[in-house]
């Protein structure tokens, strides 16, 4: 494909294959679906913007994981300082957020919905550069190689933090899941 | 060969996703049989490893778009694209004017210097119309820079003919023609007859 700036109705088909993609990712990384909105339009924004930069080296869901990352570490270290200054810790209970829009539909089992929630607060409690490898590793089946890619650091550091937030998850689940984990240990 | 504790650890998520060749995988379970706190790290490990694999996937899965999400996008990018031609025009056309301003006063300075050069020597730059009495002799002042701490300082005074042949007209004696010559002013800055003086 011929790299160009692509005027925004050549830019659709691109939308339509991975807005939902690009959305999912956003909520779990933001913990919150209505920044995940407007950050999933930024993302798209920004990728037709700067299309012409595209050299195709990785493929096109890569590059708009990237420029998602860019976006919400940015968006990130503005709100950090506000939230520093204002209500430090806001982001606890952002998790909520994100299951506000609708519970359990009537077809989901109860117990699926409490599991989609404690997984939901488990994230939650990581912190975002854990919660980034986490999410390119278990959503996106990325490698290690590729989430050092993606992420900007070594794969040491991505082993690394990949390895403490599986720890801290395990901890925090051993309350949360008793009988799942007595399953594992059997 | 055996692993340490470091060694066994930093090994242990690549035992989850079954990426370790026998060797080392045999290594790392030889390690944590006889090691119980790896043993006991690695069964945390596990249950965040199974967590994500299995739960993620599901909390994905029932996080769905708001409605007409992509016809948002693709309003906004229409937009955007829609400014950012109009931002990229509008740009262009201050430029080329900035540069057609610029090129007319370098013009018009040029010209004027021009103008300044072409002057013969002794002629007067003072508006047209102004005609040099012959017996007026003019003045001569050198500009000098501003640095210079002199502002104006007068440098000679011309010969009252310049650059003519002199000759005798009456009578049948005729004179030897005497030739008179301007001397060559080289002014630093800019010569410029500011004032006439009348012959005593």
């Given at each position: 494909?011929?790299?160009?700036?692509?005027?925004?109705?050549?830019?659709?088909?691109?939308?339509?294959?991975?807005?939902?993609?690009?959305?999912?990712?956003?909520?779990?990384?933001?913990?919150?679906?209505?920044?995940?909105?407007?950050?999933?339009?930024?993302?798209?924004?920004?990728?037709?913007?700067?299309?012409?930069?595209?050299?195709?080296?990785?493929?096109?869901?890569?590059?708009?994981?990237?420029?998602?990352?860019?976006?919400?570490?940015?968006?990130?270290?503005?709100?950090?300082?506000?939230?520093?200054?204002?209500?430090?810790?806001?982001?606890?209970?952002?998790?909520?957020?994100?299951?506000?829009?609708?519970?359990?539909?009537?077809?989901?089992?109860?117990?699926?919905?409490e599991r989609e929630r404690r997984i939901a607060r488990v994230l939650n409690d990581l912190s975002p550069k854990h919660r980034e490898v986490v999410l390119?590793?278990?959503?996106?089946?990325?490698?290690?190689?590729?989430?050092?890619?993606?992420?900007?650091?070594?794969?040491?550091?991505?082993?690394?933090?990949?390895?403490?937030?599986?720890?801290?998850?395990?901890?925090?689940?051993?309350?949360?899941?008793?009988?799942?984990?007595?399953?594992?240990?059997? | 060969?055996?692993?340490?504790?470091?060694?066994?650890?930093?090994?242990?998520?690549?035992?989850?996703?079954?990426?370790?060749?026998?060797?080392?995988?045999?290594?790392?379970?030889?390690?944590?049989?006889?090691?119980?706190?790896?043993?006991?790290?690695?069964?945390?490990?596990k249950r965040g490893h199974q967590a994500f694999s299995e739960d993620l996937p599901a909390l994905a899965a029932s996080i769905s778009p708001p409605p007409?999400?992509?016809?948002?996008?693709?309003?906004?990018?229409?937009?955007?694209?829609?400014?950012?031609?109009?931002?990229?025009?509008?740009?262009?056309?201050?430029?080329?004017?900035?540069?057609?301003?610029?090129?007319?006063?370098?013009?018009?300075?040029?010209?004027?210097?021009?103008?300044?050069?072409?002057?013969?020597?002794?002629?007067?730059?003072?508006?047209?119309?102004?005609?040099?009495?012959?017996?007026?002799?003019?003045?001569?002042?050198?500009?000098?820079?501003?640095?210079?701490?002199?502002?104006?300082?007068?440098?000679?005074?011309?010969?009252?003919?310049?650059?003519?042949?002199?000759?005798?007209?009456?009578?049948?004696?005729?004179?030897?023609?005497?030739?008179?010559?301007?001397?060559?002013?080289?002014?630093?800055?800019?010569?410029?007859?500011?004032?006439?003086?009348?012959?005593?």
């Amino acid at each position: 494909m011929e790299a160009t700036t692509l005027p925004g109705s050549d830019f659709d088909w691109i939308v339509d294959a991975y807005h939902e993609k690009i959305y999912r990712a956003a909520s779990m990384l933001l913990m919150n679906r209505h920044e995940a909105e407007d950050l999933t339009q930024d993302v798209f924004l920004a990728a037709m913007k700067s299309y012409s930069r595209f050299r195709g080296d990785s493929s096109l869901y890569t590059w708009l994981y990237k420029i998602m990352l860019n976006l919400f570490r940015k968006r990130r270290a503005k709100r950090k300082l506000l939230q520093w200054s204002f209500a430090p810790g806001g982001e606890k209970e952002n998790f909520e957020v994100l299951f506000s829009n609708d519970g359990p539909g009537p077809e989901e089992p109860l117990e699926d919905a409490e599991r989609e929630r404690r997984i939901a607060r488990v994230l939650n409690d990581l912190s975002p550069k854990h919660r980034e490898v986490v999410l390119l590793r278990f959503y996106d089946g990325k490698s290690y190689r590729e989430i050092a890619d993606i992420t900007g650091v070594s794969e040491g550091t991505v082993k690394s933090r990949l390895h403490h937030a599986l720890k801290q998850t395990g901890g925090r689940l051993q309350d949360l899941r008793p009988e799942r984990s007595k399953k594992m240990e059997s | 060969m055996e692993m340490t504790c470091t060694q066994a650890t930093a090994k242990l998520c690549e035992l989850l996703d079954g990426t370790l060749d026998d060797f080392e995988h045999a290594l790392v379970q030889t390690h944590i049989a006889s090691c119980e706190n790896c043993a006991t790290l690695l069964d945390e490990i596990k249950r965040g490893h199974q967590a994500f694999s299995e739960d993620l996937p599901a909390l994905a899965a029932s996080i769905s778009p708001p409605p007409f999400l992509a016809l948002k996008i693709k309003h906004k990018l229409t937009h955007s694209s829609g400014r950012w031609w109009q931002g990229q025009v509008r740009s262009r056309v201050w430029a080329a004017a900035a540069c057609a301003v610029i090129l007319l006063a370098a013009s018009i300075i040029f010209d004027s210097l021009q103008k300044d050069r072409n002057r013969p020597a002794g002629s007067p730059a003072t508006a047209a119309g102004n005609s040099i009495d012959t017996n007026q002799r003019p003045i001569f002042y050198v500009i000098l820079p501003d640095d210079s701490g002199l502002m104006a300082a007068p440098v000679r005074e011309l010969p009252r003919r310049t650059q003519t042949e002199m000759t005798a007209a009456d009578g049948d004696d005729q004179e030897p023609q005497i030739q008179r010559r301007t001397p060559q002013i080289q002014s630093p800055v800019l010569v410029r007859p500011v004032g006439f003086k009348q012959d005593m």
